[in-house]
């Protein structure tokens, strides 16, 4: 087996132990994978090359292994992948004075049994009591709570 093999075996070996740990924790699947090829890696180098290839073949994949997992496990080095942002946004809050009982407005998409409407001009999560309402229905809001508004179709 030449060295480019060996080398291989332990590269993508070190990779399965290494997503093991920060990307697929629990399965253990991966990991025992990714060990299994790292010791055939290394018994290969033994058989095909000796003991003293053997032996600098294991001293250099523990050292491969201890500075891949040091840099892995770093919190700086995963700064350039993770996401920064924050979500600032709120749940559909109504204001009392906006939208009270008996506002009326008019759907905009279909409500199965939530979905959105105009109400007082402003556009609102809404909900129906269970009945589909097609879009661009007529709508008479029953009630409203903190953050919901319950509306039924208007009878004309």
Known sequence: MSW?????????????????????????????????LMGVGIWQAYATYGAIAGHYTLGGTLLLTIISLYFSLKSKTWDKITLHDSVNSKVNVIEEEKVKPGD????????????KAIINGDYYEVRSSGEFIDPGTKILVTKVSYNKIDVKPQNE
């Open 4 to 36: 480019l093999v060996i080398a291989m075996l332990i590269v993508v070996g070190l990779l399965f132990l290494v997503l093991e740990i920060l990307v697929i924790p629990g399965t253990a699947v991966v990991g025992i994978f990714g060990f299994g």
């Open 104 to 115: 009326t407005g008019k759907t905009v998409s279909r409500l199965t049994p939530m979905g």
